[in-house]
């Protein structure tokens, strides 16, 4: 949604930028993976959108439920977010986080799903090409779908790319539809 990533970025820029000057963005993508987590969770949202319950209350309660697992940083981090209503915005804003870590660290993650089981040589081999051609270091996932029938498809953040053999048919399948 639009406008959930607009009032999110402000938010992200500046968690990313404090991390990034005190030298902790591993410490704070872990924190804000665990609060954006728990403010996902429907029994919390539940708790972070309750019209009874103050600001600091709900930062409270988010809180507790994280832990020791959050600095005090992260928390005030927590406080400001609620004092402003941007609670919610906690998964957007750690997916905008994220992104801003990546690209810093000139990383991407590619998820590759191919009808069988690839070899680790074959992954290997994979992250390489596909580092080349996104000058990126690339992170490979690999996971299987035997609807594929043969080929690979990949996946890295909105970019996908088919060439399966399923997406193959599908694609000649439209373009004969289309004769009609």
Not at 5 to 26: H, V
Not at 101 to 113: F, G, P
């Amino acid at each position: 949604m639009a406008e959930l990533s607009t009032l999110a970025r402000p938010y992200a820029k500046a968690a990313f930028e404090y991390a990034l000057g005190n030298d902790q963005l591993a410490q704070w993508y872990g924190q804000l993976e665990t609060a954006a987590a728990v403010a996902a969770d429907d029994a919390m949202a539940t708790v972070l959108t309750n019209p009874s319950l103050t600001a600091a209350q709900q930062a409270g309660k988010l809180s507790e439920v994280c832990g020791d697992v959050l600095s005090a940083e992260v928390r005030n981090f927590i406080a400001i977010l609620a004092s402003n209503k941007r609670l919610a915005l906690l998964p957007e804003i750690f997916k905008q986080f994220a992104e801003y870590k990546a690209n810093r660290e000139r990383t991407v993650d590619v998820e590759v799903v191919s009808a069988f089981e690839l070899a680790d040589s074959t992954r290997d081999r994979l992250a390489e090409v596909l580092g080349g051609k996104l000058e990126r270091q690339v992170k490979v996932q690999t996971s299987t779908d035997s609807n594929l029938l043969g080929g690979l498809l990949f996946r890295a953040g909105d970019l996908v790319f088919d060439g399966s053999v399923r997406g193959k048919l599908d694609k000649l399948g439209e373009s004969m539809s289309s004769l009609d």
